[in-house]
């Protein structure tokens, strides 16, 4: 219990450190990949009319995931989004969870834990919603690189903001009770507990 403590003091210290973000350097790289993008595609759908169905298709039909796009620039620029890995803290806060103590709850389940617990990350991914959500309390929503979404309920003092990519591991924030809520999604469908980690191994 001393270590864990110890990983909230020093979550709480990291928090309360200004951020220096370089926000106008963060705006203007957006900014310009957005007009690459723009250009891109008038290009693209002008050279054939094949392209423009094509285009239609796949931006309005197909879903797109932001973990994909961050794979295929991050193999190219380096990372698209900032990363969030505190690799001192994961190891503690990253334990098994015993599945006794994880029942069914809603759409997902709730697992057992200590109140103001920190909560690890259990596969990297982009931080596609942090809001509250009724039944959930604050919940953060990581699309994985793994192709699933994975909801993370009843948290409280969050780590990271809205499409900070996280790496697996990381802290995502604290139990608000003894207890916090998982919900696996893939394409869609719900996924059972035990069947996403037995998936997610092969």
Not at 166 to 190: A, M, P, R, T
Request: aromatic residues 14%; charged residues 25%.
């Amino acid at each position: 219990m001393d270590e864990i403590a110890l990983i909230n003091k020093r979550h709480q210290e990291r928090k309360m450190k200004p951020k220096d973000d370089k926000k106008v350097s963060k705006i203007f790289s957006k900014i310009l990949l957005s007009i690459i993008f723009i250009l891109i595609s008038c290009i693209y759908i002008h050279l054939d009319q094949n392209n423009l169905e094509s285009y239609k298709k796949l931006i309005f039909m197909d879903n797109i995931t932001f973990t994909k796009i961050n794979e295929v620039y991050h193999r190219f620029f380096g990372s698209l989004f900032p990363s969030i890995v505190n690799n001192e803290e994961s190891l503690l806060a990253n334990n098994e969870v015993n599945l006794n103590e994880v029942t069914p709850y809603n759409d997902g389940y709730k697992i057992k834990t200590n109140k103001n617990n920190p909560i690890s990350v259990i596969t990297s991914g982009i931080i596609v919603y942090l809001d509250d959500k009724e039944g959930y309390g604050k919940t953060a929503i990581i699309q994985g690189i793994d192709g699933y979404d994975i909801w993370y309920g009843n948290i409280t003092d969050p780590n990271v903001k809205l499409y900070d990519y996280v790496e697996k591991g990381s802290i995502l924030g604290n139990s608000n009770d003894e207890y916090y809520y998982n919900v696996f999604y893939h394409d869609g469908n719900k996924v059972n507990y035990e069947d996403y980690f037995k998936q997610t191994e092969n």
